[in-house]
């Protein structure tokens, strides 16, 4: 594992410090210690460990602490405690950079609860085995807490101690002991998660039972007064723990925030993005070791130039910022997040982030590749069959598929962002408005895309997740069919009302019953009725007619318009008391 890994327990360490990322001194800084003692107990339960990473995974993945209380009830209380804390404090630093915090902890820690769960069950001398957990990840300027147990979470800011985590305890004073939560109890794993800003000498405390029960809030208070080193404070508190009559072992963890980064995540890992933007550039100019063929695309705020390795004579797509936009910060960040995301999605459904030479300029390099946007091919009047398009859709669904499980949002699925290539193989370009929840934050205000592929629900301020995506695929494989667009086409700031989408048959007669089936729900105007996942959109399309899925029904009259339903309504009763009415006086 890159990040140096310390699984902490008996012994007593120096003062440990997480170093800086780079010698500019941008990065978070942490001093860590901890003590574990067993006490008058014959063996020890409590296990805990401490990751301090150093260079970029410092800023992606973060410091993280874990202190586990076995439960002595149960046979293997050690062995749960060791497991959870070894397998988190490794496992988590395996997960994408793109999840959140929250995310890639409960999917390491729901797998440690089934693996647990499957070891009582092999072994009957490990039946029972289950343990408390509490976690903390430091990153950037905010921690989080993952907590079930009773275990304890505090922080000490300020010369004052507050907990931070409640414990899964009942309620009740003959069972305080007696735990509702724990890593091994239940299939269905319940921790609870918080999360908040850092300031630069905050302190973090971990403590099993055995230290914070002894010697209650008070009494952990005045020893962190006395001990401002969190080797000497976590050996303080263990030792006081047992001197004050405490029964359990006695663990504690101490963090310490010595220093917070200048800025956000993506400050510290883009520091290129200070570099000087090259000029508009022609054809047989380079740019730090590459030549320039050509100019493939402008935008607005981007220019994508086809260039060649000098050195190794290798092609690739250079994506750049306008020289008018040099000044613009929010851009340079927003080319910095995209060359971050697009590193992380390694799959051949994308192009792929080529290895950087020693850069003078603000920049980055992808893989180029021979072929045609799907717009370009429609722009060329291709035509595109039902088997064209079961072909295409199924590779979407998979880039997509791959794409959402880094829980990235493209955000701007459409023909002229999906490429076939030369090679018969489909790529997703552009993710120059992705959004990975938890680990790039929205620049910005409205949201990203082209009207007429975005979600209704998106017209509404809501935000864009992986449905929304698969909602844009959908539009696109009806639109090549059709030509068409299932609600017509939807023009910048317009604000549309969403009615039944148009069945592509009535464009194209020859679209079979199943394909159409899974276009309208594909497109679906109310979010509950579309596919809710990648993998889903994937098996329909993949099954066909075989196993067809079943289209939304058309909105009845009243929700499609309910005004206009009770105007037809009020009309028609008028019209007939009008008739009652003449009828009454014609007698």
Known sequence: MPATMRTLQRTAPGRRVAPPAMASGTALQVATGYCSRAGPRKANEDFCGVVTPTGAELGTKGVIAALADGVSGGRGGREAAEYIVRGLLADYYATPDTWAVPQALDRVLNANNQWLLAQAVAHCELAGMATTLTALVLRGRRYVLAHVGDSRAYLWRDGRLARLTNDHVWDRPDMRHVLKRAIGLDPH???????????????????SDGVWEPLGDYGMNELLREHSEPEPAARALAEAALAHGGQDNASAVVLRVERLPDGDMLDSLADGRMLPLPPRLKPGQAVDGYEVLGLLHESRATLLYKVRNR????LGVLKTLQPLLASDSGERAAIAAEEWLARRVVSHYFSQVLPAPERGHLYYVTSYHEGATLQQRLDTSAHFTVADAVKIGIRLAKGLGALHRLNIVHRDVKPSNIHLGADEKLRILDLGVALAAGAIHETGPGAPGTPSYMAPELFEGKTADAAADLYAAG?????????????????????????????????????????????LKAVAREKKLRFETADEFLLALERGEHQPVIAPGRTPLAGRNPARFWRSIAAALFVLNLLLFYLLLAH
């Open 189 to 207: 794993l319940a921790v609870d998660y918080a999360e908040d800003q850092l300031r630069a000498g905050d302190v973090f405390v971990l403590a």
């Open 475 to 519: 539009v696109t494989l009806y639109h090549l069919l059709t030509r068409k667009y299932p609600y017509g086409e939807i023009e910048p700031f317009q604000h549309p009302k969403f009615g039944d989408p148009v069945p592509p048959t009535r464009y194209r007669p020859e679209i079979p019953g199943w394909l159409e089936a899974v276009l």
């Open 311 to 314: 050195a190794n004579g290798s």
